[in-house]
């Protein structure tokens, strides 16, 4: 549980409490409080704007609060473009990377979410929905084959089979492969991303309860003013608000330009698994001699997944030089 107080409050007079950033919209954010009400809260500082999963120290004012400030982040997920840092979200312990037999997914960015989330020290979980899709179905679920063989977990799902409708694959279980899914989820806070088309919305329909959905749509009343939804929402998965998911829109132009490019093959198991054995200890694995990944190419590392690994080496080596 929560506790009441911030752990080293400033004394101003007025005592400061802690909450959870469950919205935000511009400078505004939905703040949590303790006992699970929810209100509108502006930052006081000007920079550093509170996201999605933060925990925060605010004190009341008007019919809504201030923020004092922002606690200390576990982790915080992002992408970086050429012009602007998107975060996602803050203090996440798993990130679903929802996919589908159609559309068709972009291994290119699967990949960057999946380094992404490396990188910050954060598990991904990638689940492949539409399994009722048949013939689409196996040959997107055998693309990720490579992925599953350096130990991603990849959970197929099938959401349209509500209590093992007509077509639900008899390997899933009544509910589509919904309760193997929820066990990842559970006591957790994940962030869910995904191509638009894949079934994310469906997703969080089927394992929010209705009436956690219907908190999550004050955040939702926040953005409606907007075309484009481009904050993340926070909801709850359980009644004793133990398990989180967090819903993200824009999985487009996952920019990475935040890593370096000799940090790049560390964060590809398959690749890091060779990196020791090159006889330059500063191998970039593109034309070295004596190089253990290259040596592995078609062995040990699946061909695409050392294209990707050059095509994004290649895009991190011209955004360092700027
Ligand atoms: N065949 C099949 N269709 C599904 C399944 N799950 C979802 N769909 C369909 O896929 C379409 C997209 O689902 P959404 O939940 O709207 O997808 P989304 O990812 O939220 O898409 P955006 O709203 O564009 O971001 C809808 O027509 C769903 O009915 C499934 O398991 N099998
Ligand atoms: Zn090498």
Known sequence: MMPTQC?????????????????????????????GQRLLCHPRGKKDAPL???????????????????????????????????????????????????????????????????????????????????????????????????????????????????????????????EALRQHLEGRATLVLGPSGTGKSTLVNRLVPTAMAATGTVSRALNSGRHTTTSSTWYWLDAQRRSALIDSPGFQEFGLRHLEPPQLAHLMPDLDAHCGQCRFYNCTHLHEPGCAVRAAVGAGINEQRYRLYVDLHRELSVAARY
């Open 7 to 35: 752990p080293d409050a400033t004394g101003s007079g007025l005592a400061e409490r802690l909450g959870l950033v469950v919205g935000t919209h511009g400078r505004h954010c939905w703040v949590e409080t303790d006992d």
């Open 52 to 178: 999605v999963g933060d925990r925060v120290c605010w004190q009341p004012s008007g019919d809504g609060g201030t923020i004092m400030r922002t606690l200390e982040r576990r982790n915080l997920f992002y992408r970086q473009d050429e012009l602007r840092t998107k975060s996602f979200a803050a203090n996440l312990d798993l990130l679903l990377v929802l996919l589908a037999a159609d559309p068709v997914f972009s291994e290119s960015q699967l990949n960057r979410a999946l380094v992404a989330a490396r990188a910050a020290g954060i598990e991904a979980l990638v689940v492949l929905n539409k399994q009722d899709l048949g013939p689409a179905f196996d040959s997107a679920w055998e693309r990720l084959a490579p992925y599953r063989a350096f130990g991603q977990t990849v959970l197929p799902l099938c959401l349209n089979a509500p209590g093992g409708a007509a077509g639900a694959p008899a390997s899933l279980d009544d509910d589509g492969g919904l």
